[in-house]
């Protein structure tokens, strides 16, 4: 593996890792709620560390500064979909807060950041080595949040008192699970692909002690979001007669899955009971329709209701062309990773497909693709990028073997093999 993909590897993870462990720590110590939930020391750690792991990862980036420059850049048009839904989201929320105006121009350099890299590293090293060296970075870190929430887990961190859902290292049960979504999928993508017996042996023992997570906090949408990213995983490797049986399974979990929000499903365990209110959807959808219905062109800029669901969300807070614009960069992006993936069978795009799938599933019941800087948005950053630089071009080719002759002369200048 050469320097610059284990880089990259290394700034992916810093974002990962900053983005999955934010320090709330300050700010659920005067929650009327959550302030009795208690964090484990390594992960208190982390959290504390976290912003300063956003800045080494945008440091360790200046390292392809000067490969940026030689990169024919062209207007993908995600990138510039991606850019507006920044500027409009920041904009919007700066008439009303102007902190959170900020922390959105701070997610958009993030995901410039992770675009630029991306585009760089393909080009000096080759599309294959980038996408696994990403494909690495989430694997390493579904690990490292399974591991360290497990620790918690066994020593009673993690919950409130009263509550049976793990909060986990999110502080949110639901958010919580759609990280251990993430991760899960990852390792599962690990146990399935071709490596050392050991090397699966390690993620399968993992991916289970995640399983077991997953089941504490008791989401619905965590465990919809795993199977569907499962699913996308598996597929390539099934025959056609289980392909249908598996799309009838699914849609017939689908349903079951809307039906359970009127369903009893503590049977599964105590964490999935909801008490006296089942339904903790519906009711959240409905109001934000109305008040979107209010303020339907422009949004709110901010919100304190419960956001089930990423275009509703989008809407209310940014307004129309926002929650447009952000419908369409899902969609593109699951589309494209998607039929990549359909070709590359046993190729890490199959595993950037899951996670695509499994986050455009899950922000049907979430708001979570709305957020400035969260997990899910960098997972998805990360997607996007990838799939950016996955065209066909010609003038690129060319550059690229320009390029990369440059850099694998400059190695055997100075010594070092790649």
């Not at 958009?108 to 000096?124: A, E, K, Q, W």
């Not at 993620?203 to 949408?221: D, P």
């Not at 365990?269 to 062109?297: C, H, K, N, Y």
């Amino acid at each position: 593996m050469s320097r610059e993909i284990r880089l990259y590897t290394v700034i992916l993870l810093a974002f990962l890792i900053s983005a999955g462990f934010k320090n709330d720590i300050e700010a659920l110590g005067v929650s009327a709620y959550w302030h009795d939930l208690t964090t484990g020391p390594a992960i208190a750690v982390i959290k504390q560390s976290s912003v300063y792991l956003a800045f080494l990862g945008s440091a360790l980036s200046l390292y392809f500064v000067k490969q940026a420059t030689e990169v024919r850049w062209r207007l993908n048009s995600v990138l510039i979909a991606v850019a507006l839904c920044s500027c409009i989201a920041g904009l919007r929320v700066s008439a009303v807060q102007p902190a959170e105006g900020f922390k959105a121009a701070l997610g958009l350099l993030v995901f410039l950041n992770i675009y630029f890299v991306t585009g760089s590293c393909v080009v000096m090293l080759g599309y294959r080595e980038v996408v696994q060296a990403a494909a690495t970075a989430v694997q390493i870190f579904g690990a490292v949040l399974i591991l360290l929430n497990f620790v918690d887990y066994v020593s009673g961190h993690g919950y409130v008192p009263g509550n049976p859902r793990m909060f986990g290292s999110a502080s949110h049960p639901n958010f919580f699970a759609v990280q251990l979504a993430v991760a899960c999928s990852a390792l599962w993508f690990a146990v399935v692909s071709p490596r050392r017996f050991v090397v699966k042996i390690l993620a399968l023992f993992v991916l289970s002690l995640g399983c077991v997570l997953l089941k504490e906090t008791g989401s619905r949408t965590g465990l919809l979001m795993l199977v569907s990213a499962l699913y996308v995983i598996t597929w390539a490797r099934l025959g056609l007669w289980v392909h249908g049986g598996l799309i009838a399974l699914g849609t017939l979990g689908l349903f079951f899955y809307v039906m359970s929000q009127g369903i009893e499903l503590s049977i599964l365990g105590e964490s999935f009971s909801r008490g006296e209110v089942q339904d903790t959807r519906t009711g959240a959808w409905s109001l934000m329709w109305s008040l979107i219905s209010e303020e339907p062109l422009w949004g709110y800029g901010i919100s304190t209701i419960r956001s089930e669901n990423s275009f509703l969300r989008g809407w209310l807070l940014y307004g129309f062309v926002y929650a447009f614009l952000s419908v369409a960069v899902i969609l593109q992006t699951t589309a494209r990773v998607t039929s990549l993936s359909a070709s590359r069978k046993r190729s890490p795009e199959v595993l950037l497909a899951g996670l695509a799938v499994s986050l455009a599933v899950g922000s049907i019941f979430e708001g979570y693709m709305v957020d400035a800087f969260s997990l899910p948005v960098v997972v998805f950053q990360v997607v996007v990028a990838l799939t950016a630089f996955d065209l066909p071009d010609p003038r690129r080719s060319s550059r690229t073997s320009v390029v990369r002759k440059r850099v694998l002369n400059e190695r055997a200048l100075t010594g070092r093999t790649g």
